[in-house]
């Protein structure tokens, strides 16, 4: 059964044992951050803070900072569970062709009964607040050099101008006063590329842009999801809740938001006006530097009536954002086998937060496969950002990182088996020379064949022989030390 709202969510955490609600009085600048950022060092519940200084809302934080909570945010008992229904749902729409595929994927999802529906009245409007003040909202400053305090869990809303259709996308957002924000939209990012289309269009100077706060978890993940053009993210929302999301219409513009919101920023962006925004302590566990982005104004702020403001603190892994992307990992995972049916599982560790590592088993045929599969994912997507690809056979686990070092610190030779690419890279990489542009690696780590250049004969790996650990088993089971 889908959840109602955000706190349906919460209700759920703490029945499940999954939260802790925090009484004493905590501050939202920094000790916030402190706290959260030692719960889920320790792999430790959701929190929410009842009593924050200077407002009168409470804190909900580390809500989806688990694999347990992922599951249940999207309730599911395994995440590939959800891939398994999107094979399921691919292999159904179209036999034709990829391309095939991918359009007629947004249609099969519509038939499943989950489009968005529209309504009039919506609990994020029994508030309307036509002098916003941002002040109010516990809004944190999560580390000591950031630039100021940051809304760090928005859903943006903004409307392509060429198709009109809704982009929902999660971007930081500096307060910079009661009622200004920076848009920290990334040069490659869908929110970006529509504000870019609409200042080429001319007909107007202030782009409308919604920023909904707190909805229901299936919508907030989908917000972070690198979804292909065809599919609207409140539609895949949608398929992961089982049931449509409900949009109502804004009251001072035409955008549509999340009708179960907790809050809803309603304001715009002037295509002129940009500010200085950072630094950031982002989830590379750097500060990322300062840069000139467009400027949000606030016209007005709805909320209910006794809402619960979101956040997330991000910084060196593990931290709750690293889960949202393991989601990211085996959701997609069936859309990279649709464009590379060689692949047969990958894995986006922790610590490269996102795009900084991913290590790829293939079914290996034909020679050079393996850097035919590095160049196809750094021509997919979001993956183009992927700064190392590790390429391994189909018998290592990509997930048991002890085998894959094995194989990487063991059979390569430099020369024959690293790539080095250039291209694009996130903007939040502070290593490359140049922001927005870079050099990837990628590494084979397969066995090398006769026609790779590889003519000396390749050893077989150490293994006991089945008798051997047969008997062993026979005799660990006797001894009781299973």
Same mark, same amino acid.
């Given at each position: 059964?889908?959840? $109602?709202?955000?706190?349906?969510?919460?209700?759920?955490?703490?029945?499940? !044992?999954?939260?802790?609600?925090?009484?004493?009085?905590?501050d939202?600048?920094?000790?916030?951050?402190?706290?959260?950022?030692?719960v889920?060092?320790?792999?430790?519940?959701?929190?929410?803070?009842?009593?924050?200084?200077?407002?009168?809302?409470?804190?909900?934080?580390?809500?989806?900072?688990?694999?347990?909570?992922?599951?249940?945010?999207?309730?599911?008992?395994?995440?590939?569970?959800?891939?398994e229904?999107?094979?399921?749902?691919?292999?159904?729409?179209?036999?034709d062709?990829? =391309?095939?595929?991918i359009?007629m994927?947004?249609?099969?999802?519509?038939?499943?009964?989950?489009?968005?529906?529209?309504?009039?009245?919506?609990?994020?409007q029994?508030? /309307?607040e036509?002098?916003?003040?941002?002040?109010?909202?516990?809004?944190?400053?999560c580390?000591?050099?950031?630039?100021?305090r940051? @809304?760090?869990?928005? =859903?943006?809303?903004?409307?392509?101008?060429?198709?009109?259709?809704?982009?929902?996308?999660?971007?930081?957002?500096q307060?910079?006063?009661?009622?200004?924000?920076?848009? *920290?939209?990334?040069?490659?990012?869908?929110?970006?590329?529509?504000?870019?289309?609409?200042?080429?269009?001319?007909d107007?100077?202030?782009?409308?842009?919604?920023?909904?706060l707190?909805?229901?978890?299936?919508?907030?993940?989908?917000?972070?999801?690198?979804?292909?053009?065809? @599919?609207?993210?409140?539609?895949?929302?949608?398929?992961?809740?089982?049931?449509?999301v409900e949009?109502?219409?804004?009251?001072?513009?035409? =955008?549509?938001?999340?009708?179960?919101a907790?809050?809803?920023?309603?304001?715009?962006?002037?295509?002129?006006?940009?500010?200085?925004?950072?630094?950031f !302590?982002?989830?590379?566990?750097?500060?990322?530097?300062?840069?000139?982005?467009?400027?949000? *104004?606030?016209?007005?702020?709805?909320?209910?009536?006794?809402?619960?403001?979101?956040?997330?603190?991000?910084? $060196?892994?593990?931290?709750?954002?690293?889960?949202?992307?393991?989601?990211?990992?085996? @959701?997609?995972?069936? =859309?990279?086998?649709?464009?590379?049916?060689?692949?047969?599982?990958?894995?986006?560790?922790?610590?490269?937060?996102?795009?900084?590592?991913?290590?790829?088993?293939?079914?290996?045929?034909f020679?050079?496969?393996?850097?035919?599969?590095?160049?196809?994912?750094?021509?997919?997507?979001?993956?183009?950002?992927?700064?190392?690809?590790?390429?391994?056979?189909?018998?290592?686990?990509?997930?048991?990182?002890?085998?894959?070092?094995? $194989?990487?610190?063991n059979? @390569?030779?430099?020369?024959?088996?690293?790539? /080095?690419?250039?291209?694009?890279?996130?903007?939040?990489?502070?290593?490359?020379?140049?922001?927005?542009?870079? *050099? $990837?690696?990628? /590494?084979?780590?397969?066995?090398?064949w006769?026609?790779?250049?590889?003519?000396?004969?390749?050893?077989?790996?150490?293994?006991?022989?089945?008798?051997?650990?047969?008997?062993?088993?026979?005799k660990?089971?006797?001894?009781?030390?299973?």
């Amino acid at each position: 059964m889908a959840y $109602k709202d955000l706190q349906h969510f919460i209700r759920v955490l703490e029945k499940d !044992g999954q939260l802790v609600r925090i009484k004493t009085e905590v501050d939202p600048v920094l000790e916030i951050t402190e706290i959260t950022d030692r719960v889920s060092k320790s792999n430790g519940p959701a929190l929410l803070f009842e009593k924050v200084k200077g407002s009168d809302y409470p804190v909900l934080i580390n809500s989806m900072g688990s694999y347990e909570r992922m599951n249940l945010a999207l309730e599911v008992d395994r995440l590939d569970d959800i891939a398994e229904e999107i094979e399921g749902l691919i292999s159904e729409v179209s036999r034709d062709s990829l =391309l095939g595929k991918i359009k007629m994927l947004p249609k099969a999802m519509q038939l499943a009964g989950i489009f968005p529906r529209r309504v009039k009245e919506a609990p994020c409007q029994e508030v /309307i607040e036509h002098e916003p003040d941002l002040n109010k909202l516990p809004i944190l400053k999560c580390w000591p050099g950031d630039g100021g305090r940051f @809304i760090t869990l928005p =859903l943006v809303i903004t409307r392509d101008p060429d198709r009109g259709t809704l982009n929902m996308g999660m971007y930081r957002m500096q307060v910079y006063d009661s009622r200004t924000t920076g848009m *920290h939209w990334h040069l490659h990012k869908d929110g970006r590329r529509n504000f870019e289309n609409q200042k080429k269009a001319g007909d107007r100077k202030v782009m409308d842009v919604s920023v909904a706060l707190g909805c229901d978890p299936a919508v907030i993940y989908a917000a972070t999801a690198p979804l292909p053009g065809e @599919i609207s993210e409140f539609l895949f929302a949608g398929f992961l809740r089982k049931k449509p999301v409900e949009l109502v219409r804004c009251v001072t513009n035409d =955008l549509e938001v999340p009708a179960n919101a907790e809050f809803v920023l309603e304001g715009y962006v002037d295509f002129d006006d940009l500010r200085l925004e950072g630094p950031f !302590g982002d989830h590379t566990g750097y500060y990322s530097l300062t840069d000139y982005y467009p400027v949000f *104004h606030v016209e007005c702020i709805t909320r209910r009536k006794n809402p619960v403001y979101p956040a997330t603190v991000v910084g $060196k892994p593990p931290m709750e954002d690293c889960y949202l992307g393991k989601a990211t990992e085996r @959701i997609f995972l069936p =859309l990279l086998k649709l464009y590379l049916p060689e692949v047969l599982d990958i894995n986006l560790p922790l610590e490269g937060v996102f795009h900084n590592c991913a290590i790829v088993s293939i079914d290996k045929r034909f020679p050079g496969q393996a850097k035919k599969v590095m160049n196809a994912i750094w021509g997919m997507g979001q993956m183009m950002f992927t700064k190392m690809i590790v390429v391994v056979d189909r018998d290592v686990d990509p997930h048991d990182l002890s085998t894959v070092a094995w $194989k990487v610190f063991n059979n @390569i030779d430099a020369e024959r088996d690293l790539v /080095i690419m250039e291209g694009p890279l996130d903007a939040l990489d502070h290593s490359s020379p140049l922001p927005h542009y870079g *050099h $990837k690696l990628g /590494i084979d780590a397969t066995k090398k064949w006769p026609e790779e250049g590889h003519t000396r004969e390749w050893p077989d790996d150490i293994e006991m022989s089945w008798e051997i650990k047969e008997m062993v088993d026979r005799k660990w089971k006797e001894y009781g030390i299973e």
